[in-house]
């Protein structure tokens, strides 16, 4: 292995949106400053965008101790071409050990060329993160099925994109006094320009990050409209694991895991799913979990706080008849 | 106009080995990676449309040529399959480097498309690591493209928003699951496969080198497999299914959830 002694250091990776950070990109601030604090060494967090105005005096606020900005016009929307620039150009000269991305659109589209370019590892849609502070190897906890993996890279620096809750900005406000250091970019001109932008139609009953219930089905959910009442009965939207939206039994924004959206209600009620890593990633935050499922040795149970082996459709029948009444 | 669209065999179904966690292959039915047969439907699409010669790549195990011959029935012209045991255990950064490799040595390339993700890893990195091995730009996420002369105009399906791009050509896009309806091969289709070429290459044949690929070559391993700890007390309802209704409910309603 060459050289990994000359890598110090956590770098997490922040972009604006509107006046604020991309949802979920504080989660990973926290995360960033635990990791940090296990292997004794500094945060810092790279801050692009447009007019950034205090943000990089918050990301100090919330425990960063050297924040890089860079503040462009350019770098209003996120693009591949620059982003790629500013991340890579800052990582030859800071050479952090550790470096994260959230799994979003825009860091699934950008972390695997910067670990390209430094021609080190990158893992996708980590759900956890620990540390070995004798070998400070990063261990990348990722949902591999119905297991879990654990993924080391034996580069430098470690990257790996990180699947952060929606609720999950867990702030040490701790008001560290740490530098911003004013990054100008040099930028070329990119082969790839922005025609037009449209926002999604977004109905309420896909809005479900912000629902406080959520009625989930999986494959042994026979009636998902009985689901759909429930969820309606208890003002909450419904929720689906990949295997049901990929039938297209429900559309895709009702997704929830590893490659849908990560949750958090206070009640959440899993109806015939059995609980692969996939999905689990997206939804083991939530308050309450109850587990409606055929197979009593079903992963799901494990997490759940109320389990029921039973067929789920008649399950939920029998819940809704005594709601009616 | 050359189109390259990168393509994975994988299970037809996702079958886990209950004790060690890992995928079975073995006697398990193997198809194209489902967003990657939208990559080659947007390509014999744009075919229909525009003078274009479509290969198709894919690194696998030599029974990863029914993958490729069912994308040569979809109406690909030819494909390559690349086959070797040093390529075995590869990562996203060892497989980016093969394919892009190999497409270097078809040499004419002006649009290259790969499915989002794959069903049986989808990390969704393999499209942009060879974007950036060919040094050239990327547009992901894609669910609807037109080819303007010697750009691509193409539509990028985001978390709250569609996103319109041009982008120059060589270009690398990769494809949602679901924007075009991969069309089905006749049989005829399926005979006329079977007389396209198929090319098989070893690593020696792209000339890639051995310490950058296979299990030895890639930076990340996969460390062991364990299942998730039992990280709740899970309180086990028990009865008639009107017990367990009216159990739940009790205990949903003691605890002010509904």
Known sequence: MKNIDKYRGVLVFIKKEQDTFVKNNLGLISLGRVIADELETKLSAILAG?????????LRSYGVDIVYTVDNPMLKRYSTFYYQKIVCDLLKESNPEIVLFCSDDVGMDLAPRVACEFQTGLSAHCMELKTDKKSRQLLQICPYFDHMATILTNTRPQIATIQVGAKKDLIRKDNRKGKIIDVVPDFENQNVKILSVHKKEISDQEKIEEADVIVAVGRGMKNIQLAEELATTLSGVIGATQAVTDAD????????????????????IACGISGAGQHIVGMQDSGTIVAINTDENAPIFKIADYGIVGDASKVISEILKILKN | MDIVVCIKQVPEEIVINKKTGTLIRDNVRATINPC??????????????????????????????????????????????LCD?????????????????????????????????TIDSGTQQVGPQIAHYLKISQVTSVIDLSVKGKKIHATRELRDEFETLEAKLPVLVTV???????????????????????????????????????????????????????????????????????SLLDHLRSKELI
Not at chain 2, 62 to 71: H, I
Not at chain 2, 181 to 203: G, H, Q
Not at chain 2, 233 to 242: E, F, H, P, Q
Request: charged share 25%; aromatic share 6%.
């Open chain 1, 50 to 58: 447009d007019s950034l105005g205090d943000l990089p005096d918050k």
């Open chain 1, 249 to 268: 039994l429900l559309s895709e924004s009702h997704m929830i895991g590893q490659t849908g959206k990560v949750v958090q209600p206070k009640l959440y």
């Open chain 2, 36 to 81: 990657d047969k939208n990559a080659i439907e947007l390509a014999v699409s744009l075919k229909e449309r525009h003078n274009a010669k479509i290969t198709l790549v894919s690194m696998g195990p030599s029974d990863a040529e029914k993958a490729l011959t069912y994308g040569l029935a979809m109406g690909a012209d030819q494909a390559v399959l």
């Open chain 2, 85 to 117: 045991k040093a390529f075995a255990g590869s990562d996203t950064l060892a497989t980016a480097l093969v394919l892009s490799t190999a497409i270097k040595k078809i040499k004419h390339f002006d649009l290259i498309l790969c499915g989002k993700e």
């Open chain 2, 176 to 246: 949602n699951k679901g924007m075009n309806k991969p069309r089905l091969p006749t049989y005829l289709d399926i005979y006329e496969a079977s007389n396209k070429d198929l090319f098989i290459w070893s690593a020696k044949d792209i000339k890639v080198n051995k310490d950058q690929i296979g299990l030895n070559g890639s930076p990340t391993k996969i460390g062991n497999l364990f299942q998730p700890e039992k990280k709740r007390r899970c309180i086990m309802l028990k009865g008639s299914t009107s017990d367990v209704a009216n």
